[in-house]
């Protein structure tokens, strides 16, 4: 390990150079201390309640959207799709909810139990 630390000193091509001059090190350490005590450009003070504000008004217009969908695509799986001409025929009720279970009915008005049950 030591040997490798040596080779790497001792073909360190910068120990070969000369330092910057003294006068070169005080004008760059000047001017970083000077950009250091600038002032930054403050951010005005309206901005962030604004961005705030506008972020919970779509907040709230997002929330309001996705429960009105919601509430329409509830009501359009419930809805009952009945014939407008009335028949003496069996009628089917379809019942969907959102989670997916779908129900089918099928109403016989001509329908009679007939006989005993065991």
Same mark, same amino acid.
């Given at each position: ?16 150079? !000369? +330092?910057?001059?003294?006068? /070169?090190?005080? *004008?760059?350490?000047?001017?970083? $201390?000077?950009?250091? &005590? %600038? ?30 969908? !919601? +509430?329409?695509?509830?009501? /359009?799986?419930? *809805?009952?799709?009945?014939?407008? $001409?009335?028949?003496? &025929? %069996? ?28």
């Amino acid at each position: 390990m030591n040997d490798l630390s040596s080779r790497l000193r001792e073909h360190d091509p910068v120990r070969l150079e !000369a +330092g910057l001059p003294a006068e /070169a090190r005080d *004008a760059m350490r000047r001017t970083i $201390v000077a950009a250091a &005590g %600038a002032r930054v450009a403050a951010v005005p003070q309206w901005r962030q309640p604004l961005a705030l504000a506008a972020m919970a008004l779509l907040t709230v217009l997002g929330v309001g959207a996705a429960h009105r969908f !919601a +509430g329409e695509r509830e009501a /359009a799986s419930i *809805a009952v799709k009945a014939d407008p $001409v009335p028949h003496s &025929g %069996a009628t089917q009720v379809d019942f969907r909810t959102p989670g997916g279970t779908r129900i089918i009915w099928t109403i016989d008005p001509d329908f009679r139990l007939g006989g005993t049950l065991p």
